[in-house]
T-cell receptor, first 115, second 113 residues
C-alpha cells in the first residue's frame, strides 16, 4: 500500500467510448502526476498538477483530458482513443512538484486496453 | 536517446548471487533515483543519491554515482527470488523541475531458486 489508489485496475474500452481513470492519494502531497508506461519504452510523463493547477502537459493528445478537482484526487478522462493508447497508466504523487530530491509515490496502475 | 539508460536490459542470476545494474545519463543532474517495479504493478522508490554523493547504502542495496562518467550502478547483494522485478533509474535535472524525473527503460532482473 503506497498511499496512492488507482481505479479501475483494468479497463477495456472501444475506440468510441468515453471512460475515466481515477486516482486518490492519502499522503497529503501537493503534486500529482499521470505517467504512461508502454512495453519496451521509458515511462512517459503526461501531466503534472501542483495544488490543483496543471503545471506540465507533455504534448499529450487532446483525447486524454486530465482533471484535478483537489490536491487529493486526479482523473484522466479518455475519449476516442486509439489501439496504440493501450498501456499501463500510472498515477503518482509527491510533496513538492518542483523540488529536487522529490520522491515520487506511484499507484498500482490502470491497465488500459483499447479495442 | 533517453536521459537514463539501464544496462543490461535483462539479467538472470541464482538466488544468493549479487546483481549489478548500471544506468547512464546525458545531462547534469541534481540527484538520481532507483525504483523497482514488480510485474504489472506500480513503481516503488528504493533509494536516492545526490550529485555530491558517491555511494549510498540501504539494506542489501548499494548505489554508486560517478558524475564524471554520468553513470550510476545499483548492486543488490545476496539476491532472493523476491527481488525478481524491473529496476529503473530516474534522473532529476540540475536546475529546477523536481517533477521532471526522467526514467529509463529498466533492467528486468530474474532471480532463480
Amino acid at each position: 500500500e503506497t498511499g496512492v489508489t488507482q481505479t479501475p485496475r483494468h479497463l477495456v474500452m472501444g475506440m468510441t467510448n468515453k471512460k475515466s481513470l481515477k486516482c486518490e492519494q492519502h499522503l497529503g502531497h501537493n503534486a500529482m502526476y499521470w505517467y504512461k508506461q508502454s512495453a519496451k519504452k521509458p515511462l512517459e510523463l503526461m501531466f503534472v498538477y501542483s495544488l490543483e493547477e496543471r503545471v506540465e502537459n507533455n504534448s499529450v493528445p487532446s483525447r486524454f483530458s486530465p482533471e484535478c478537482p483537489n490536491s487529493s484526487h486526479l482523473f484522466l478522462h479518455l475519449h476516442t482513443l486509439q489501439p496504440e493508447d493501450s498501456a499501463l497508466y500510472l498515477c503518482a504523487s509527491s510533496q513538492e512538484p518542483g523540488m529536487p530530491g522529490n520522491t515520487i509515490y506511484f499507484g498500482e496502475g490502470s491497465w488500459l486496453t483499447v479495442v | 536517446s533517453q536521459q537514463g539508460e539501464e544496462d543490461p536490459q535483462a539479467l538472470s542470476i541464482q538466488e544468493g548471487e549479487n546483481a549489478t545494474m548500471n544506468c547512464s545519463y546525458k545531462t547534469s543532474i541534481n540527484n538520481l533515483q532507483w525504483y523497482r517495479q514488480n510485474s504489472g504493478r506500480g513503481l516503488v522508490h528504493l533509494i536516492l543519491i545526490r550529485s555530491n554523493e558517491r555511494e549510498k547504502h540501504s539494506g542489501r542495496l548499494r548505489v554508486t554515482l560517478d558524475t564524471s562518467k554520468k553513470s550510476s550502478s545499483l548492486l543488490i547483494t545476496a539476491s532472493r527470488a523476491a527481488d525478481t522485478a524491473s529496476y529503473f533509474c530516474a534522473t532529476a535535472p540540475y536546475t529546477g523541475g523536481g517533477n521532471k524525473l526522467t526514467f529509463g527503460t529498466g533492467t528486468q532482473l530474474k532471480v532463480e531458486l
